[in-house]
């Protein structure tokens, strides 16, 4: 060894070289060292020798120091002598093979294995986030996506405490919704805090609000710093004290500058923190998840909402594609096809609603999707009247990619616009019918007079016998303007309780002595109550009328029915007044088997002069008379007729109300 020391070649390698230089022997004892091997050591040269080279590093190949012949390299990290990490990238030549002498040249690499460290950290934390942001894609339920983001956040960051909460836009208000830490943090800061639960809403002032969407994360070494003052510096000392946490961060989940929900982390003394772009990042990823889950969630309120309305609607409501196929239906009308909402998907609208497929209803679908404009059409199908409204539904370029169809049923609601019309038009003939009657009754008045003046003072025959004439003609003419006084309710009338089974049976007197050959009368008094009240004499003309023309309708015979009955409110449909009844209603049904009214002037019969008979066999009046007596006593008439099948003329009138038992 001392010769070796000796040796100018060995002094000038020892003395020259760049890097920390240590002499070994083949058991790895220290025999001599360059200044720099001491100075990255830490330890004076002479105290240096005699110690070996494993006890200044943490480890060292097997075969260290080798087996001579060769270079052995490897990396090892020099013991922390003065708390600093130092990594050493170690190469190891043998210069005297025989007596087993090495050189261990030393390289300080630390900076090149913290760079190359970190740039495995930063990787990894980046291919970590690339699976949370795999993770978030799948997921839709608010519980799985709070419990995956603070599962994600525990194994991204380590933290031993992490929260996650919910903002509340409607409250303002944060709702702390998970929280992940040991039992024994947990307690130890609901007693600190004096808290009954952890899952509390918190509300968050505008200032506040503002400084979390605009600081997306925020690292501070107490709570107190961190929540700027809400929680008190007593109490964050104590939960740093108890849960051994040194610094926090805060994390804003933001997304198109509306807050979603926050969480916080607490980490340990001497735990490193994740790099703040990193959590920005996964906030970001975060933020996106929670918009789209409330966008969901908004989406399927929306869509439950609609639902609601739509099956709300008691008509027929179908979504339709360009071929009539059903692509979506409300409850009303599974009900009424007698198929579920599903089943009715696929059906093509003609199989359910009877529209042929060569109909007006697909050509109005057809123009529909063509030209993108609204539709109607009106069907018969049944006896009943439809309504077809066909609405385009657009999409991408204004382009109409399905149709609403709405069916509903006017039939009633047509019958009701027509008796309107029809009772618009009888008040408007009863006004014109009365001023006329009133005038010309004047006229009457002074006719009769002076004719019966005449007769007192005529002594000729063939005289009187022309007054007698003049009399009888004004007389008959008086009659006429009686009917149209009441058809336009100007008449006087009497108004005393009536018995109408009683009045029935006194008109069916007449109407026996009156009929023709092969006509029978049938009467069936169901109502237990018949009492009235109003004029004897103008009900008992109305019924006289009435039961004359079902006479009149059967020329080759056949049978009247006279059925009288309590009704509650009449639904019926047919041309009256629009007056509502009383809910104790008593019904006089008149009905003949003769030939039937045709539907064309079925809306006219009840018109002052109006008559299909011959000229010379009526006058009009009849029915117009009947129609307004029954409409002074506060009634209404309802027909009911078809061509060849006989009618039936309803008349209702309010029960008085003494009379109830």
Request: charged letters at 25%.
């Amino acid at each position: 060894m001392q010769n070796l020391i000796r040796n100018p070649v060995y002094q000038a390698l020892l003395r020259n070289a760049t890097r920390p230089v240590c002499v070994v022997d083949r058991e790895g004892i220290i025999f001599d060292v360059n200044e720099k091997f001491s100075h990255l050591t830490g330890i004076h040269k002479e105290k240096l020798n005699t110690k070996t080279f494993k006890s200044l590093v943490d480890s060292t190949p097997e075969n260290f120091p080798g087996d001579g012949g060769g270079e052995n390299v490897f990396t090892t990290r020099l013991k922390n002598f003065e708390n600093r990490e130092t990594w050493l990238g170690s190469s190891v030549v043998c210069i005297d093979e025989e007596n087993g002498f090495y050189f261990v040249f030393l390289k300080d690499i630390t900076e090149h294995i913290l760079f190359e460290s970190g740039l495995e950290y930063r990787n990894k934390q980046l291919n970590y986030l690339t699976e949370f942001a795999y993770k978030l894609a799948g997921l839709s339920s608010e519980e799985d996506l709070n419990k995956t983001i603070v599962e994600c956040l525990k194994e991204f960051t380590g933290a031993p405490l992490i929260t996650f909460s919910n903002y509340d836009v409607s409250e303002s208000m944060l709702q702390l919704s998970r929280v992940d830490t040991s039992r024994a943090v947990i307690r130890a800061v609901m007693k600190l805090g004096n808290l009954r639960s952890f899952k509390r809403k918190v509300p968050i002032p505008q200032d506040k609000y503002k400084i979390m969407v605009e600081e997306i994360v925020e690292i501070n070494d107490s709570l107190t710093g961190l929540t700027r003052g809400a929680v008190p510096e007593v109490l964050s000392g104590l939960i740093t004290k108890v849960s051994g946490l040194t610094h926090f961060a805060a994390i804003s989940y933001v997304s198109s500058g509306q807050l979603m929900g926050t969480s916080l982390l607490g980490f340990t003394s001497g735990q490193p923190l994740p790099l703040r772009e990193h959590l920005m990042t996964f906030a970001h990823l975060a933020a996106v998840s929670l918009r789209r889950r409330d966008a969901e969630k908004a989406l399927l309120k929306s869509r439950e909402r609609l639902r609601t309305i739509i099956d709300s609607f008691t008509d027929i409501l179908f979504v339709l594609d360009k071929n009539g196929n059903i692509e979506a239906s409300n409850k009303f009308s599974s009900q009424l096809f007698g198929y579920s909402i599903k089943k009715l998907k696929g059906h093509s609208f003609s199989e359910v609603t009877g529209y042929r497929k060569d109909g007006a209803g697909y050509k109005v679908l057809k123009s529909v999707f063509e030209e993108g404009e609204f539709r109607t059409m009106t069907h018969e199908q049944n006896g009943k009247v439809y309504r077809g409204s066909f609405f385009p539904i657009f999409g991408e370029k204004k382009r109409v990619i399905s149709a609403v169809l709405h069916i509903q049923d006017i039939t009633e609601r047509r019958e009701l616009r027509e008796r309107l019309y029809q009772a618009e038009k009888m008040n408007t003939v009863g006004q014109l019918a009365g001023g006329v009657a009133h005038d010309f009754n004047n006229q009457l008045s002074g006719i009769i007079g002076y004719t019966e003046l005449l007769k007192t003072k005529s002594k000729d025959p063939t005289c009187d016998r022309y007054l007698d004439k003049i009399l009888s003609s004004a007389n008959n003419a008086a009659v006429l303007t009686r009917q149209l006084l009441s058809y336009a309710k100007k008449g006087y009338r009497e108004d005393v309780p009536i018995d109408i089974h009683k009045l029935l049976e006194e008109v069916l007197e007449l109407v026996v002595q009156t009929k023709t050959e092969g006509i029978s009368v049938v009467k069936s008094f169901y109502a237990e109550n018949s009492i009235v009240k109003g004029d004897p004499n103008l009900l008992q003309n109305a019924f006289l009328n009435l039961m004359l023309n079902a006479r009149d309708a059967m020329p080759d015979g056949g049978r009247i029915s006279v059925i009288t009955a309590i009704r509650p409110q009449s639904t019926a449909n047919g041309s009256s007044s629009d007056k509502p009844l009383s809910n104790n209603t008593l019904e006089v049904l008149i009905r003949d088997e003769g030939m039937g009214i045709p539907g064309e002037i079925l809306g006219r019969i009840f018109e002052p002069f109006f008559t299909t008979k011959k000229e010379g066999e009526g006058t009009g009046m009849g029915l117009a008379s009947a129609y307004g007596t029954i409409d002074t006593h506060g009634g209404k008439i309802f027909v009911k007729s078809k061509e060849g099948s006989g009618s039936d003329f309803s008349v209702m009138l309010p029960l008085l109300k003494d009379s109830f038992r």
